[in-house]
């Protein structure tokens, strides 16, 4: 058989080198994706965070300067820089259109014929009710008064309904196109008043015995016969109320506007505000608009990423983590909204917010730092919104501050309440500060502003319920749910002190050690110990095979082999984390049960191994999965499980015998690298060693030996 050759096209092992070389990229492309999601994740969250805070700002030009009415002049001395008008007030402008709309002339329209008409009816009723002229000697005299009168009613004018004009008011009457004169209002008579016109007019004693007759003809004859021409008036009006000027005069570029230390009052506060909405005005045009937009997103974004570099340098471990990176963003937004909407408003509301509530709430989820460096950042995007800023900044500042440094312990109602009287009294406080620096007393002193730091103060109390919220919708723990954990009667720490005793003892001794040494460096004592009572749960499984729960002083161990027992032993960290999972308890808590014992060794029983094996044992086997400590708070509860649970081994302790057993577990945790993940230095972990050892003394109650 012949040999067969494949030729394959040049162009053809082009397109097929193109086509894998693409994919390869693709590959590249998105293996590159998935290792920088994280990062990928927390850029969209910074982009979408700064284009919703830009487009929550008011959309209008920032004048520079603060200034209220009756206050002096703070910054330098202001020129015009460029020309404008001197716009009028709204009242006055209000003043002049009700002035032209109190003298501005109506129209109506006069119907002349219906004076004739109602005569000639008023004739013929006169005929049928007084037929006889010898019963009624006087008839004649009497239906020429009678006709008189009801001439002079329409010849005054019989309107169709009452108008809401004054009785002085000129009025044009109008027969068709025709003008024929101008009256007052007052001259018309309405419908309500012809009944007491007529009594009036038939007062003669020629009308004693018949007025009421005379009344009933009249009501049969007469119609209104003068309406309002709307069409008219409203016309007229409105041409009058447009040549109502908006301004009363210009300021040209260069002339000096108010002086440093002027009082801003009469016409220079009037002209500053002519400016202000000129500037703005100006400022927020078509052509520039985008250019001022990107101006603010600029601004807004360097503050948000001077608060990202913060987390990466001091907290990576909140960095790290997206969902306490977007639980920040989220407050931050929450507040320059709820701001905005209230400057939006009326600005005179501004100091209802609750702005305080944030410090609250990140230092609850996370530290002090964290929450004062959000809160400065806060205040300084709001900068852009509120007027009279630096007042508005300078409040709230040290109202965040007071919030750090008076809160502590959240959990506790007494302490929350106090925190809040102290926050409000400080803004009382600076306001009232402020406010006898601007005015140079108290005589016309704001007492509604107080009721609003109050009010303001009363609404930082909802911190407690919005805790709670966000426990539950972003899966964070505060102090206050850690609380609730610590309790020993939840329905895990009494099945795990029902189950495994000893370890329920162990645990109990490890937390109050592991607090004292979280409250010595200044670590979260309530995180460490809560961490503490859970950290060995998963023991529960299999309580027998860890001495502290052996009673009967049977050892299981003896049945099986050292690999097989080092496994059983290895394994209560992963049973720990699936029962925590299993009861919901918070992640920050599993971190203390996944890292309580590190990469450490199993050693008791690598060493029996090793001895048997003859040094042929790979020591992964009897090693614990990790991670390591990576935290203040769960490299102390390492240190404190391990001292406790050898301590039970020390015979005869003496305070020599304690130093030196200390100093030697926790030396072999820093020899092996336990430590290095963890933001705990030399001099913590000494403090920690010293409170180990006093606290050891004391449960086992070293004194001096007496002589006999």
């Not at 999601?37 to 965070?49: E, G, N």
């Not at 299999?542 to 502290?548: A, G, I, L």
């Not at 790979?618 to 509860?637: C, H, M, W």
């Not at 001099?683 to 010293?690: A, C, D, L, R, V």
Request: include cysteine; charge should be negative.
């Amino acid at each position: 058989m012949n040999d067969c050759t494949i030729i394959i096209p040049r162009n053809r092992f082009y397109f097929f080198s193109t086509f894998d070389v693409i994919l390869k990229l693709m590959k590249d492309l998105t293996n590159q994706l998935y290792q920088n999601h994280s990062l990928i994740y927390k850029v969209l969250l910074f982009l979408a965070t700064t284009f919703l805070i830009v487009y929550s700002f008011p959309k209008s030009g920032q004048f520079k300067y603060s200034f209220e009415k009756g206050k002096p002049w703070q910054s330098e001395n202001l020129y015009a820089p460029f020309d404008f008008a001197i716009k009028k007030t709204d009242a006055e402008i209000e003043v002049e259109r009700q002035t032209i709309t109190e003298s501005a002339q109506a129209y109506f329209n006069v119907n002349t014929e219906l004076a004739a008409i109602a005569l000639k009816e008023y004739d013929l009723n006169f005929s049928s009710v007084f037929p006889d002229s010898l019963e009624l000697p006087n008839k004649g005299d009497l239906q020429n008064n009678s006709r008189s009168i009801l001439q002079g009613l329409y010849g005054r004018g019989v309107l169709d309904k009452t108008y809401s004009f004054s009785s002085s008011k000129e009025v044009v009457l109008l027969e068709g196109r025709n003008q024929l004169g101008i009256v007052k209002y007052e001259s018309f008579i309405t419908l309500d008043e012809v009944t007491s016109y007529l009594n009036t007019q038939l007062k003669d004693s020629l009308f004693d015995d018949s007025r009421a007759k005379f009344l009933s003809m009249y009501f049969d004859v007469i119609k209104p016969n003068v309406t309002l021409n709307t069409s008219i008036t409203d016309n007229t009006l409105n041409e009058e109320l447009n040549k109502v000027s908006l301004v009363r005069g210009s300021i040209e570029q260069g002339t000096i506007i108010i002086a440093k230390g002027e009082v801003v009052e009469g016409d220079r506060f009037k002209i500053l505000k002519s400016l202000e909405s000129e500037y703005q005005s100006q400022v927020w045009s078509e052509a520039n608009y985008n250019w001022i937009l990107a101006a603010y997103t600029l601004l807004v974004a360097l503050a948000l990423l001077m608060l990202l570099l913060f987390l990466r340098k001091y907290r990576i471990e909140v960095f790290n983590n997206n969902t306490k990176v977007t639980f920040i963003f989220f407050n931050i937004l929450l507040m320059v909204i709820l701001t905005t909407l209230v400057v939006n408003y009326n600005s005179g509301y501004i100091y209802l917010v609750p702005l305080c509530i944030l410090p609250l709430v990140l230092k609850a989820f996370f530290d002090a730092r964290l929450g004062l460096f959000a809160h400065v950042i806060t205040v300084l995007l709001l900068g852009f919104v509120v007027t009279n800023n630096y007042e508005y900044m300078f409040l709230q500042i040290i109202a965040g501050i007071v919030t750090i440094l008076t809160v502590s312990e959240l959990y506790k109602r007494a302490n929350l309440f106090i925190s809040v009287g102290q926050i409000t009294l400080i803004y009382i406080v600076a306001y009232f500060a402020f406010f006898v620096i601007h005015e140079g007393g108290v005589d016309n002193l704001q007492w509604e502003t107080f009721l609003m730091f109050i009010l303001c103060g009363l609404a930082t109390l909802f911190v407690q319920p919005l805790i709670y919220a966000y426990e539950k919708i972003f899966g964070l723990v505060s102090d206050v749910s850690l609380l609730e954990l610590s309790d020993t009667n939840t329905k895990l720490l009494k099945e795990l002190s029902n189950k495994a005793p000893g370890t329920f003892h162990h645990s109990l001794n490890v937390a109050n050690l592991a607090e004292a040494s979280a409250n010595e460096i200044g670590a979260n004592a309530m995180l460490v110990r809560v961490g503490a009572l859970y950290h060995d749960i998963g023991k529960m499984n299999n309580p027998t095979y860890f001495t502290e729960n052996q009673a009967t002083g049977i050892n299981p161990h003896d049945e099986l082999s050292s690999k097989e027992s080092a496994s059983m032993i290895i394994n209560h960290v992963l049973d720990g984390i699936e029962i925590a999972k299993k009861y919901k308890l918070p992640d920050r808590v599993i971190d203390f049960i996944r890292t309580h014992h590190g990469t450490s060794v199993v050693y008791y029983f690598y060493k029996k191994e090793n001895e048997r094996m003859a040094g042929d044992v790979n020591v992964q086997d009897f090693s614990y999965p990790g991670p390591r400590p990576f935290s203040k708070e769960t490299a102390i509860l390492m240190m404190c499980d391990s001292v406790e649970a050898a301590s039970k081994s020390l015979k005869e302790p003496t305070s020599t015998k304690i130093d030196l057993f200390v100093e030697n577990i926790i030396s072999k945790q820093m020899e092996y690298g336990q430590f290095l993940n963890a933001n705990i230095t030399f001099k913590e972990i000494e403090s920690i060693k010293k409170v180990l050892k006093d606290k050891l003394a004391n449960i086992y109650h070293l004194r001096i030996e007496y002589p006999e």
